[in-house]
């Protein structure tokens, strides 16, 4: 699974850490397994994401292999990320 | 009054008709596809690897920074060719798109099953004149059909670490899609 950041033209964001994204296997998880993403253009502790101070990105989630459907409507579906907006500048 | 209800409708009926036909005609009137892209970099039947997206430069748009990848650019009007692309020790995955970048067919590592990818892509009029029991004592020789006599086939292999990237590279060049008919010549 990874997590990537784009422009809506579908290009990567220039940044000073070089992180365009993480993968399940980057990640920096709480001790009950779920992690939390910081999108923001200043640092951040924990898992940041870098904006490069544009206004409109995408985030885009993507599952690889997975042994779980997502949207299969099968009552088992996984737990999709939560988006919510922490403070405007 | 029914004169005006019968031209709204004959309009709302020919807009209707034009704009799905603009619709199911726009990808193929497309001048930068995926295939275009690649075209000037990529040479007939042969596996290149594309370098990593970066903010600066990707060949494409929404490129996975995580994935390896590669693209083989088949022409299969001279004969099928063969498909063989090294696992490498993360997800990796071949996915095959018809001219006008329609994904037909796709396979990953798991499904597989094997340390390398192997299969041999030809078009339907070809996979007919495959010999019946060269089919039977090659029992787990995958073949593909292609739609199209050209085509992209992506090899991509993920990274899920930086550390990991060189291995993932690797996998992918190492990966080979060449014509068949030089070695079907020498086994007869």
Redesign the interface.
Known sequence: M?V?L?NN??????NSINR??F????IVRRADGNFEIVVAPRANPGNWLPTGGIERYQL?L?L??TAVGVSTKAGREVPMPAVSTRSCP | MIRWVLLLLGGALLGGVVHLATVIILPRTATQDAYARLTPIAPVNTVVALPI????K?I???M???FASAVCRYDLSEGPLKLTVPVSPA?T?VSFYTRYDVAYYAI?D?AAGRRVIELDLMTAAQHEQVPEDEEITAADRLIVESPTPTGLIAIRA?A??PGLMPAAQGAVAASRCMRQTESARTRK
Not at chain 1, 9 to 14: H, Q, R, V
Not at chain 1, 23 to 26: A, G, M, R
Not at chain 2, 53 to 56: D, K
């Open positions: 990874d990537t784009y033209d579908g290009d990567l964001i220039a365009y994204g993968t399940s296997e980057e885009v993507r690889y292999d | 997206p970066s903010p600066e990707a494409m748009p929404f996975d920074p995580a997800y995955s990953n798991r993920m899920p670490e």
